[in-house]
């Protein structure tokens, strides 16, 4: 079981070090171009309903799972939903709070790295994450966000997320003598080879199995066997017993 101390702890570091980078690691380290960051926010979103074949519709309450500085969250937002905000790192929460001031209807949650448990029973219209669940070490963790998203989803709920697939890159690359000094002085980032970043494959028939347990039907996979396997799952819509 992954230590949700630990977790906290590396992301606290990783946003004090360089939030925007490690929230979308396609931003150059310590240099980012914050106008490109929101507006890739916004076209990750759109490509990730477009895939699984999802809608935010004006008024839904949506669940944003490893939201970091809400770079997801102010694109929901902007669909006019109300969007419940978690994230493990109270250093990246501090920062959303300070660069989304202006955005509504927003609660930002500080997670417990393992659940959703500040979010009450059948709640959400819709779940949404991306490029976090890769990041967790142990696979069973993922696995039990998706009884959690059973849990906080209304009967007929939605979720959209994306996991990997693909085991091979999650192992840690050897650094030569030149790279480890770039890190060291700050050139590099920190962290690459800690659990923490390098997270975990997810077992598609295990996941198939807890979402079944969990009220939830599997309606799409797109990407199955790679880093980039995005999911939809639905709470059935005649299913009102408290999933736990």
């Given at each position: 079981m992954a230590d949700p101390g630990h977790m906290q702890q590396f992301w606290d570091e990783r946003a004090r070090e360089d939030a925007f980078f490690f929230v979308d690691n396609r931003l150059e380290y310590r240099n980012p171009d914050v106008e490109s960051f929101w507006a890739e926010g916004e076209s990750d979103l759109a490509a990730l309903l477009t895939l699984v074949g999802a809608a935010i519709r004006p008024q839904d309450t949506v669940v944003d799972i490893g939201c970091g500085v809400g770079r997801l969250t102010r694109a929901i937002a902007a669909q006019e939903a109300t969007v419940l905000a978690v994230d493990v790192s109270r250093e990246m929460l501090d920062r959303a709070r300070e660069l989304n001031a202006h955005v509504e209807d927003?609660?930002?949650?500080?997670?417990?790295?393992?659940?959703?448990?500040?979010?009450?029973?059948?709640?959400?219209?819709?779940?949404?994450?991306?490029?976090?669940?890769?990041?967790?070490?142990?696979?069973?963790?993922?696995?039990?966000?998706?009884?959690?998203?059973?849990?906080?989803?209304?009967?007929?709920?939605?979720?959209?997320?994306?996991?990997?697939?693909?085991?091979?890159?999650?192992?840690?690359?050897?650094?030569?003598?030149?790279?480890?000094?770039?890190?060291?002085?700050?050139?590099?980032?920190?962290?690459?080879?800690?659990?923490?970043?390098?997270?975990?494959?997810?077992?598609?028939?295990?996941?198939?199995?807890?979402?079944?347990?969990?009220?939830?039907?599997?309606?799409?996979?797109?990407?199955?066997?790679?880093?980039?396997?995005?999911?939809?799952?639905?709470?059935?819509?005649?299913?009102?017993?408290?999933?736990?």
């Open positions: 927003v609660t930002w949650v500080h997670g417990d790295g393992t659940s959703l448990a500040q979010i009450a029973d059948a709640t959400a219209d819709a779940c949404v994450s991306h490029v976090v669940f890769q990041h967790i070490p142990d696979p069973h963790v993922t696995l039990g966000y998706v009884r959690e998203i059973g849990r906080v989803l209304r009967p007929g709920g939605w979720a959209a997320f994306q996991v990997s697939n693909d085991p091979s890159v999650h192992r840690a690359r050897r650094l030569g003598a030149r790279d480890r000094l770039a890190v060291a002085v700050g050139r590099r980032p920190r962290g690459s080879a800690d659990p923490a970043w390098l997270g975990s494959a997810i077992d598609l028939p295990q996941l198939r199995e807890v979402a079944a347990a969990s009220g939830l039907d599997v309606e799409r996979v797109v990407g199955e066997g790679t880093q980039f396997c995005y999911i939809l799952l639905r709470r059935r819509p005649d299913d009102h017993r408290v999933v736990g």
